[in-house]
Each structure stands twice: as C-alpha cells, then as structure tokens.
C-alpha cells in the first residue's frame, strides 16, 4: 500500500515504522473473514483492512471525525487479523499510532472523557479496585443487572506454599486479577511447587500498564510499564529467578511489547528487552516441564468434558496455540470441540464497558460455540474472559491451571 506520510509525522520513527507496516498490506482481504466485528457489522470500515484506510487518511494529513474515531474504537484489538494475514502486516501497532493522533487532534465528548477518565483511575489500582469490589459485592443483590454481572462471586485461593526450592520463578500479581480471581496464582504456586519451582510475587508489581494504554493514555501506560520493570528488575539482574510468569494472558500481550515500546528510550531499552525475553504465559512454563507434568499425572482418570476458550491475547499475541489443551488432555480432561475458535468472546479489557451491546453479541455467539460440544466446565486463559464469560452462562467458568491442580492435588495430595 502506497502513501505519502504528512509533515508532522514524515521521517519521525514512527512515521518509518507505520509507512513499513502500510507497504506491507496488499488489500486482500483475508483479515476481514477473521476479524469479530466486521462479522457482526458487517461494515468494512469495521474490519482491519477498513481501519487501516481510516489510519492511512490520519497519516496523509487527513482531519478524523467522529465516524473515524467510532470505527477504531469499536476494534477490539484481537489481532486475529495478523494471524491471518499472509503478509505479516502488524496491525496493532498501526492501530496504537493511529488511536494516539485521533485522540491528541480530536477532543471526546465530557461523558466519554469522565468514564474512560474512571476506568484509568479505578481499574490499575489494585487497592483501590478491591475496595470498591468488595462493596459491590455486598450490595450485589441491590444492583441493576447489566452491572450486577460485572460482580463476580468471591472464590477462596486455598492454602499457598512457601517458598521452598532452589529453582524460583516470579509471578505478575497484576491489578484486578488478585480481587477478581485470586485463586489463579494461588493454583498456579501450588502445581510449580509440586514441580519443585518456588513462585514469588514481589509486591510492588503491579498492573502490566494495558488498561491505560488503550484507555486513551498511552503516555500514563507506559508509566506504569516502567513501574513495574522497576519492581521485576532486581530480581531479574541478581540472577536468582528463571523468569516470570504470567497468568492472565492478556497482560503476557503487554509485555511482549514492552521491547518494542522502549527501544528509543536508552534508560529503559535494554531492561524492557530482558523484561519481554524474561516473561512466559504459564501454558510455556508448564509446557517445557510436560514430561514431569505427565509423570505426576499418569495414569489419568476420565474427569470430565472441557470447552476451552483460548483468548484472543493467547493464540493471536503470543501465539500459544495446543500447549493448554495438550495439559488438560493429559490430566484426563476430555476437550470438547469449538467452532470458530479464532474469534474473540468480546471482553477485550474494558472493551465489554465502553461497547456493551457488541461485547454482549459476541459473548452470546462465543457460549452458543463453547458450549455446543455439551461441557462440563468451561476454561480459559485470562481473567477478563473468564469473569465476562461467567456472566452469560450456568456452566462453571474456570482457569485451565485450576483444573490442573485439582488434577494433580488427586493424584498426589499434599
């Protein structure tokens, strides 16, 4: 795709990068038969290839309106697109650019600047958001419904071990997951320790700086990156752990792109480069120690019929694809098959709050294929899917490394 970039961003190093990433898209198309919303809109400015046209127009010198901003907030950054694209296009990033010049010449309106302007505020600070958690719990029965479903249920963690071995991994703690779901770590410690692995949180670690990078404040973003290398760097440098692991894959996407977001700024470069080198989803982790994994495990009884909805941040960001069925299937678990499995259940961060009757759809057509194999339970990777699919469904939504150590917790109880 030819263009001719505007003065105020030609030759700058974004500009280079967002006139690479245009040469590379050759107009075919095959994005928009994987992307969720222009399969539900069936708009083509709702689709990739749309969205890159309405980028592209901003880059020339274009001035956005209203319908440019609507069309590029309404994606939810899925990245199915780039696993489809034949061209290696690396959408995202263009579409980060392009959000980030929309939002600095065009100014939203007062609701929507007060309501993304609270999610920053609320959602990246872990006490904060407990706090107001815990009180929407006790009101829960007294709330309207559509935010009644957004109050999930308390799950006690279980016991944790100490840690105990030589061989030591840290964990992101992250910023809604330990309110939300805090017996994701407390699993995850418990199956790594069988494995002889210790699992620490350092506990100024905190939110992986996503919320606010797609919230309108990529700057406020990137702070809190660099917070939280801060908080991983010692523990890092001293060489005592082997890496970090990520529970929520959603965050593990952020991270992946924290080389990239610092390459330019020398005082961070190189310990966001480690940082991203450093991090793994826990389906890697557990992947590289299988063969302990299924030696613990064998003989594995029947357990049950799984759906296993694989976020869009798992197979699409990080390209983790068949490492969790492959663990659950080893664990005895039946995995049920799911159709269009690729497509996104439209929790996409706070994504199911700002664009509640999209999300809601896709939701609907995500439980209709989840559940169409007739599972038991349904599992998944990350915490924002797991607490949206929750609300549209009776079947149990779970975290896969739940099922494991429940797996592993029979077989060999502690």
Request: net charge positive; proline share 7%; hydrophobic share 40%.
């Amino acid at each position: 795709m030819q263009t001719r970039l505007a003065d105020f961003v030609r030759g700058t190093p974004e500009g280079r990068e967002a006139e690479a990433i245009l040469r590379k898209c050759v107009h075919c198309g095959f994005c928009t038969a994987t992307c969720p919303t222009y399969q539900l809109l069936g708009d083509e400015l709702d689709g990739p290839r749309g969205r890159i046209y309405l980028v592209k127009q901003v880059l020339e010198g274009a001035t956005p309106g209203e319908s440019t901003r609507l069309h590029l907030d309404r994606c939810l950054t899925c990245r199915a697109c780039e696993t489809t694209c034949p061209s290696g296009v690396q959408y995202a990033r263009l579409l980060d650019l392009g959000r980030r010049i929309v939002e600095e010449k065009m100014r939203r309106g007062l609701f929507e600047r007060l309501e993304r302007a609270a999610l920053r505020f609320v959602l990246p600070r872990r006490t904060l958001f407990a706090f107001l958690l815990a009180l929407g719990r006790a009101v829960r029965p007294l709330l309207p419904a559509a935010l009644r479903e957004k109050v999930p249920a308390r799950v006690a963690p279980g016991a944790r071990p100490a840690p105990r071995h030589a061989r030591r991994m840290i964990a992101l703690s992250g910023c809604v997951q330990p309110a939300l779901a805090p017996q994701i770590n407390a699993a995850a410690a418990r199956v790594l320790d069988r494995l002889g692995i210790a699992l620490l949180e350092p506990p100024q670690a905190g939110c992986c700086g996503a919320l606010r990078y797609h919230l309108d404040d990529q700057e406020g973003g990137k702070r809190d990156m660099r917070a939280l290398i801060d908080a991983w760097w010692p523990h890092l440098e001293d060489g005592h752990v082997e890496g970090i692991v990520v529970t929520a894959s959603g965050c593990g996407a952020m991270i992946r792109e924290y080389a990239h977001l610092f390459e330019r700024e020398p005082a961070y470069a190189q310990r966001a480069a480690r940082t991203t080198l450093a991090a793994r989803d826990l389906a890697e982790v557990l992947a590289a120690e299988a063969p302990q994994l299924e030696k613990r495990l064998a003989p594995a009884p029947r357990r049950g019929r799984i759906a296993f909805h694989s976020p869009c941040t798992l197979q699409h960001a990080l390209g983790v694809r068949g490492a969790v069925e492959r663990l659950l299937a080893a664990a005895g678990y039946e995995l049920t098959a799911v159709p269009e499995a690729h497509l996104c259940c439209g929790s996409a961060g706070a994504y199911s709050l700002l664009h509640p009757e999209i999300s809601a759809e896709l939701r609907r057509r995500k439980l209709a294929a989840l559940e169409s194999g007739a599972p038991q339970a349904i599992a998944t990777a990350n915490v924002g899917c797991l607490v949206h699919l929750q609300a549209g469904t009776r079947l149990p939504v779970r975290h896969w490394i739940e099922l494991l150590d429940e797996a592993l917790a029979e077989r060999a109880p502690e």
